[in-house]
């Protein structure tokens, strides 16, 4: 049996998120009003999981998952609205150690729970398993990103930085070198929160993410990426051309595709394709990748998430002369996706979190500049 501590502030989106587990079998569960009261059922029932509303009076979701992470770890799953909102504040509970969120497909009150059924259930299932990140106040790495941004020097001079390579290549060129394509899902936020801001603003390849994500999220997830990143981040939300040192972060609620377009390789979103489970879909990515791109210029990146999506199209990315990265276990927050790589032969090389970026630095040659 699953302990799970259901925390909304109201009684009926408790009753329904609570029928919810109940029909499962498998959850012994407890209900909470509010951040003050989920706090205190952290300490006496000793949950295996939390799912946590964001808004809510007393105490909020926020504050409340700061105490949690700081008293007694446990994998929360957020449940916030379907918002511009919503989607920032939880960007700062991933950031706080959440290892997930379910969006409410109804906004505050949802009544279509339904909808998101056994998204609910894959999702807490699988943060019973998973590893609760540690808070950024106990961490004793290099700075965080949000540090990072918080300081006006470094951000102007990256900033500039950027500005001296548009006017050196004068207009946007389509890459030749290389590419890296990464795929990520449970946990994903805060991973690549981590490891983007890691490559400088003159790295030579272009990067394409699929993040698991609802539509209304990934533009202010760009947007977030994009100021704690020195290479700019974009949402690919209409036809792009590929560019060097530029991010391309999937759209939410579709696929990201590569084509090319009189020649020029270009990316843009599709809707869903129905084939593929997850979306935006690494496999599809990654397929369609091969399919415009020498693999010998392909680097795939496999982080943190469930499932096994892009196992195969990486796997053929590697067997076709281009390189891998596998998130180790140690640092991945579900060792689901990188897993299936590994278990495929797909993984040129297995590395922690914090030396993904390293591993990418090394093998475009880009080192470090004054």
């Given at each position: 049996?699953?302990?799970?501590?259901?925390?909304?502030?109201?009684?009926?989106?408790?009753r329904?998120?609570?029928?919810?587990?109940?029909?499962?079998?498998?959850?012994?569960?407890?209900?909470?009003?509010?951040?003050?009261?989920?706090?205190?059922?952290?300490?006496?029932?000793?949950?295996?999981?939390?799912?946590?509303?964001?808004?809510?009076?007393?105490?909020?979701?926020?504050?409340?998952?700061?105490?949690?992470?700081?008293?007694?770890?446990?994998?929360?799953?957020?449940?916030?609205?379907?918002?511009?909102?919503?989607?920032l504040?939880?960007?700062?509970?991933?950031?706080?150690?959440?290892v997930?969120?379910?969006?409410?497909?109804?906004?505050?009150?949802?009544?279509?729970?339904?909808?998101?059924?056994?998204?609910?259930?894959?999702?807490?299932?699988?943060?019973?398993?998973?590893?609760?990140?540690?808070?950024?106040?106990?961490?004793?790495?290099?700075?965080?990103?949000?540090?990072?941004?918080?300081?006006?020097?470094?951000?102007?001079?990256?900033?500039?930085?950027r500005?001296?390579?548009?006017?050196?290549?004068?207009?946007?060129?389509?890459?030749?070198?290389?590419?890296?394509?990464?795929?990520?899902s449970?946990?994903?936020p805060?991973?690549?929160?981590?490891?983007?801001?890691?490559?400088?603003?003159?790295?030579?390849?272009?990067?394409?993410?699929?993040?698991?994500?609802?539509?209304?999220?990934?533009?202010?997830?760009?947007?977030?990426?994009?100021?704690?990143?020195?290479?700019?981040?974009?949402?690919?939300?209409?036809?792009?051309?590929?560019?060097?040192?530029?991010?391309?972060?999937?759209?939410?609620?579709?696929?990201?595709?590569?084509?090319?377009?009189?020649?020029?390789?270009?990316?843009?979103?599709?809707?869903?394709?129905?084939?593929?489970?997850?979306?935006?879909?690494?496999?599809?990515?990654?397929?369609?990748?091969?399919?415009?791109v020498?693999?010998?210029?392909?680097?795939?990146?496999?982080?943190?998430?469930?499932?096994?999506?892009?196992?195969?199209?990486?796997?053929?990315?590697?067997?076709?002369?281009?390189?891998?990265?596998?998130?180790?276990?140690?640092?991945?927050?579900?060792f689901?996706?990188?897993?299936?790589?590994?278990?495929?032969?797909?993984?040129?090389?297995?590395?922690?979190?914090?030396?993904?970026?390293?591993?990418?630095?090394?093998?475009?040659?880009?080192?470090?500049?004054?």
């Amino acid at each position: 049996m699953i302990k799970l501590l259901i925390v909304d502030d109201s009684a009926l989106m408790r009753r329904q998120l609570a029928s919810v587990f109940e029909e499962a079998g498998d959850f012994e569960i407890l209900l909470a009003r509010n951040g003050l009261d989920a706090v205190e059922q952290n300490r006496q029932f000793k949950p295996d999981v939390v799912t946590l509303d964001i808004n809510m009076p007393e105490m909020d979701g926020i504050t409340a998952l700061s105490l949690i992470m700081a008293e007694r770890p446990v994998p929360v799953i957020m449940v916030s609205s379907l918002t511009e909102k919503g989607a920032l504040a939880t960007f700062e509970s991933m950031n706080l150690g959440a290892v997930d969120y379910v969006a409410k497909p109804g906004g505050t009150i949802s009544l279509t729970l339904d909808q998101v059924r056994d998204e609910l259930l894959t999702k807490v299932r699988a943060a019973a398993r998973a590893k609760v990140p540690a808070s950024r106040s106990s961490q004793s790495v290099a700075p965080a990103p949000a540090e990072r941004q918080a300081k006006p020097g470094l951000r102007q001079r990256m900033q500039e930085e950027r500005e001296a390579l548009m006017r050196a290549s004068n207009v946007a060129k389509p890459v030749g070198e290389g590419l890296v394509i990464i795929g990520v899902s449970t946990g994903g936020p805060r991973a690549l929160e981590k490891m983007l801001p890691l490559l400088p603003a003159h790295f030579p390849w272009p990067v394409l993410i699929s993040q698991h994500m609802p539509g209304t999220f990934t533009a202010p997830f760009a947007a977030r990426l994009n100021g704690l990143c020195p290479l700019e981040v974009v949402e690919a939300s209409k036809p792009m051309t590929v560019e060097k040192g530029k991010v391309y972060i999937g759209k939410g609620g579709a696929d990201m595709v590569l084509a090319r377009r009189a020649g020029v390789l270009t990316v843009l979103p599709r809707p869903e394709n129905g084939q593929f489970l997850w979306h935006p879909s690494v496999e599809l990515m990654a397929r369609t990748a091969l399919e415009h791109v020498p693999a010998q210029q392909i680097v795939g990146v496999m982080l943190t998430g469930m499932g096994n999506d892009g196992a195969d199209g990486f796997t053929a990315i590697k067997n076709a002369g281009g390189r891998t990265i596998a998130e180790s276990e140690e640092t991945a927050v579900v060792f689901g996706m990188p897993a299936v790589l590994i278990q495929r032969g797909g993984a040129t090389v297995v590395r922690p979190l914090d030396e993904v970026a390293a591993q990418l630095n090394e093998w475009a040659q880009c080192g470090a500049k004054e």
